[in-house]
């Protein structure tokens, strides 16, 4: 075998090596309790990012994060992106180092949901689940491709939380959202930890012990663009909900989606999975990607106007 094959076998062996250290480090369970959360820049502008931070180290949101869902207890985690009653549109970002949490932009202006009369911004406590991801490569549901993001939740619990936060949640049900064309599951769950988690164990139970949350969801979903000009969106389903035990296959589904992803299987055609590997290095430093936090958090820029007013609006 001569000097030149033997090399290029050893490059091949190293590179692939490399990959399976990389995917079991995001398949790696970790302690939720140490994973802290670092804003940094000016909030409402587009400076802004919230990093996810564990043992001194940038991990992603989308990637490290353990979903750990559990069908027989109905459980999973969740990541909050978005407070109840809050207008500011924070997604996790798919694409930047790191996955940091940021406010979604359009036209060089971060992006707001308006005030749909009688609501105040968002209706539930809003995020999604760590390491799914609904595939646009692959058509679903009535032919609709995924919406190349993890899937979303709507958490119904007492408490307000946290851009950031990080919660163990019990699985309800779901409804399956047309967005601009393409499939977006809006999850229903409540935090393990909540008064009413302890009541509810299947979607049908919010209907008794939530009267009108499941009827108001779907409707707000259904007008929520409509102060921006935009049609009302549609569901797939005749807009009905599905329970638990379908949600969790729908869940599956998305984190098997998301293994071939990391795993190089499924490039997706949008995400650069590999540039958004385990950030290494301490607050402060991040030096493997090159990305500094060194950008502290400052006072938050102000809201338009236009976005505090309520709008006053039906599909109807």
């Not at 930047?96 to 707001?112: C, E, F, H, T």
């Not at 779907?218 to 009905?240: C, E, I, S």
């Not at 499924?266 to 999975?273: D, E, H, I, Q, S």
Request: with cysteine; hydrophobic share 35%.
């Amino acid at each position: 075998m001569s000097v030149l094959r033997t090399f290029k076998i050893m490059s091949l062996n190293t590179r692939a090596i490399a990959r399976l250290n990389l995917t079991q480090q995001h398949l790696a369970p970790r302690r939720l309790s140490t994973i802290a959360n670092i804003n940094q820049g000016t909030k409402y502008t587009s400076d802004f990012k919230n990093y996810a931070v564990q043992n001194n180290k940038v991990i992603s949101y989308f990637h490290d994060v353990p979903l750990e869902l559990n069908p027989t207890t109905k459980e999973a985690n969740i990541v909050v992106e978005i407070p109840r009653w809050t207008n500011a549109k924070f997604e996790i970002n798919t694409k930047l180092p790191g996955n940091p949490i940021v406010q979604d932009s359009k036209s060089d202006k971060v992006r707001y949901v308006k005030n749909l009369f009688p609501h105040h911004g968002y209706i539930h406590n809003y995020g999604a689940f760590p390491q799914t991801w609904e595939d646009p490569t692959t058509q679903h549901v009535n032919g609709l491709y995924g919406d190349n993001d993890p899937v979303d939740v709507c958490e119904i619990g007492s408490r307000i939380l946290h851009t950031g936060d990080i919660k163990r949640v019990k699985i309800l049900g779901a409804i399956a959202l047309i967005d601009d064309g393409e499939l977006d599951w809006k999850v229903i769950v409540v935090d393990v930890e909540d008064p009413l988690a302890k009541e509810v164990y299947d979607i049908h139970h919010l209907y008794t012990k939530c009267p009108g949350l499941l009827e108001t969801t779907r409707q707000w979903f259904m007008d929520y663009k409509l102060p921006d000009g935009k049609p009302p969106n549609a569901f797939a389903f005749n807009a009905v909900y599905k329970n638990a035990k379908e949600t969790i296959e729908v869940i599956k589904q998305c984190h098997q989606s998301w293994k071939a992803l990391v795993h190089g299987e499924n490039r997706g055609g949008k995400l650069p999975t590999i540039a958004n590997t385990t950030l290494q290095g301490t607050p402060g430093y991040v030096d493997d990607l090159g990305v500094k936090l060194d950008n502290p958090s400052k006072p938050d820029a102000e809201i338009p106007l236009e976005i505090q007013r309520s709008y006053f609006m039906t599909s109807d």
